[in-house]
């Protein structure tokens, strides 16, 4: 047994869960007359409301205690004063420092990293303004319209998600596409109506290794150079990196580069130059806004308590489900349409970061770690999976997320139907349909059956402009960090991505020339074979 599942808290957990398994929602809520305003928490422009989860004050407690017991506090301290907490790969984890506009240095190896930031910001700044004010030109003298941001993973998920998300803020003036797939379609499709002379290439990439950026940027290359010359390439394409030497090597001056660092974690990027094609898309005002939403969150995630703090509750009602209930995915469902891929964004954020199954001191953990996340945006969800979440056999936690006010004026009627689906779907998982229980006899009455008890939060803001979006991620971010900490797992590297770069890289090689295939098993040559057949 690891210390944390023997450890008399864990156990204690594990007899609340018995206690509760046969205790419904309906109950607690008739027993408590204020567990909805004693199980809600806000803080900004966000409130979480809990208290439809299978919980009571003593489980709240125990968790508290858990959260406590693993030195949280320190270890959030240590994150945000730039500590190599990702030990793995040696490095500072300071994505909070990125949206940190004050003058509290932050030192990294003994610098102090906020200059540096800031030195970013101001020019990613100059560039979108230029932009936006018609006032960059490519290599013909066509002023540049198009921006398209090629990157993968936190390089794309980031930016594409929230500029979707903030599409009610962005110039309309302007094109802004995100390729990401090395499957060719997707670089053909944002490219295929575009003028190349008014196309901004802008390659995002940490490491400016990643085989699909690469390739979509030597696709982007060829269609720039086949219409405007090689000489364009200087107008047409910019880079955000790590690795000057690589950006260099590809050809792109270092004067077009924007920098980061590598205590940004990819999937932690997006407010750091990885943010340049959505700072373009919504302004430098509307970036800086949401950059004051992520700090916002960050300011109380550090500061506050954990039985006011938003990421630590949230966290820990996570622990409780996967540890406890062994329920092993979690849904997020946005009841905004704009936040449609926000499910995949959060998808890399919290699976790569905790989908580990060991932990800090090199032992296999004998608990589960980071739940399957999955979702999409009501009330579409409801008419593809939400039959499996009210009758199904198994559990899943659902974080809804909504807003109270429409982002356009004109949509009251659309808005106010939206969130009375998401309200009502709280109520119909949580409490169910107590008429045809009691119809317990006709067994054909069993079909409608709704047992109700299945658990939900519900996280609300005001509306869905930048600085609530911030406050949204940043609540997010913090959370995972907290359940990371609790595991003792590190959530800061992915080497579980590795192998499989590893074996494409080999395997393509096989695919293009006479190599033989002695290292696979039979199947994969078989498969290799089909390859080279056509
Ligand atoms: O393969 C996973 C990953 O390394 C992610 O962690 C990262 O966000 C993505 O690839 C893209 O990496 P890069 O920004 O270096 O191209």
Not at 128 to 154: D, E, F, H, S
Not at 312 to 318: E, F, M, P
Not at 324 to 329: R, S
Not at 395 to 421: E, Q, R, S, T, Y
Request: hydrophobic share 40%.
């Amino acid at each position: 047994m690891s210390d944390l599942t023997d450890s008399s808290t864990w156990q204690e957990l594990k007899q609340h869960h018995d206690r509760l398994l046969n205790v419904s929602l309906s109950d607690l809520f008739k027993e408590d007359e204020v567990r909805a305003s004693s199980f809600s928490r806000s803080v900004a422009d966000l409130s979480i409301d809990f208290s439809k989860n299978l919980i009571d004050q003593d489980v709240v407690d125990c968790l508290l205690k858990l959260a406590n017991e693993s030195d949280l506090k320190n270890k959030i301290s240590a994150m945000f004063r730039g500590d190599k907490i990702n030990f793995t790969e040696h490095r500072a984890v300071l994505h909070t420092a990125l949206r940190d506009i004050s003058d509290q240095p932050v030192f990294v190896d003994g610098v102090n990293v906020k200059p540096q930031v800031q030195a970013v910001l101001g020019r990613m700044t100059k560039l979108a303004n230029l932009i936006n004010n018609r006032q960059l030109n490519g290599a013909t003298g066509k002023i540049i319209k198009n921006i398209i941001n090629i990157g993968i993973g936190g390089s794309d998920l980031g930016p594409a998600s929230a500029y979707l998300a903030l599409k009610d803020y962005t110039n309309k003036d302007l094109v802004v596409r995100f390729v990401s797939n090395v499957d060719y379609s997707d670089f053909y499709n944002a490219v295929v109506d575009l003028d190349p002379a008014e196309t901004l290439f802008i390659i995002s990439s940490k490491t400016f290794t990643t085989e699909e950026t690469m390739t979509n940027t030597q696709s982007a290359r060829l269609w720039i150079v086949d219409a405007l010359g090689e000489s364009a390439i200087e107008k047409h394409f910019i880079a955000v990196s790590t690795n000057k030497t690589a950006v260099e090597l590809f050809g792109i001056n270092l004067n077009n580069m924007f920098e980061f660092w590598d205590w940004v974690g990819g999937r932690y990027s997006l407010c750091s130059a990885i943010g340049l094609s959505l700072m373009i898309a919504i302004g430098s005002d509307n970036f800086y806004a949401m950059l004051g939403g992520f700090n916002k969150m960050d300011q109380h995630f550090f500061n506050s308590s954990f039985d006011t703090n938003l990421p630590v509750l949230l966290a820990l009602i996570s622990i409780w489900y996967g540890n406890f209930w062994q329920t092993q995915t979690s849904a997020i469902i946005p009841y905004s349409y704009n936040l449609a891929r926000l499910p995949a964004y959060l998808q890399q954020a919290v699976m790569e970061s905790n989908g580990k199954s060991v932990d800090i001191n090199g032992n296999l953990v004998d608990y589960q770690t980071s739940p399957i996340i999955w979702g999409e945006p009501g009330t579409n969800a409801q008419h593809a999976f939400f039959q499996l979440l009210h009758q199904g056999t198994i559990l899943v936690p659902v974080d809804f997320i909504g807003f109270i006010k429409a982002n356009n004026k004109d949509n009251k009627i659309h808005h106010d139907k939206l969130m009375a689906n998401m309200i009502a779907q709280a109520e119909a998982l949580a409490f169910g349909e107590k008429q045809s229980l009691s119809q317990g006899d006709d067994l054909s009455s069993r079909h409608q059956m709704f047992t109700g008890n299945k658990p939900s939060t519900f996280i609300l803001g005001k509306k869905l402009t930048p600085e609530i979006f911030g406050e949204l991620i940043a609540m997010y971010e913090h959370k995972i960090f907290t359940e990371g900490i609790i595991w003792g797992i590190n959530s800061f590297d992915q080497f579980g991505v590795e192998l499989g770069k590893k074996l494409a890289k080999n395997i393509y090689q096989e695919i293009i020339s006479d190599s033989l295939l002695s290292n696979h098993d039979a199947s994969t040559v078989s498969l290799i074979k089909k390859m080279k057949d056509v």
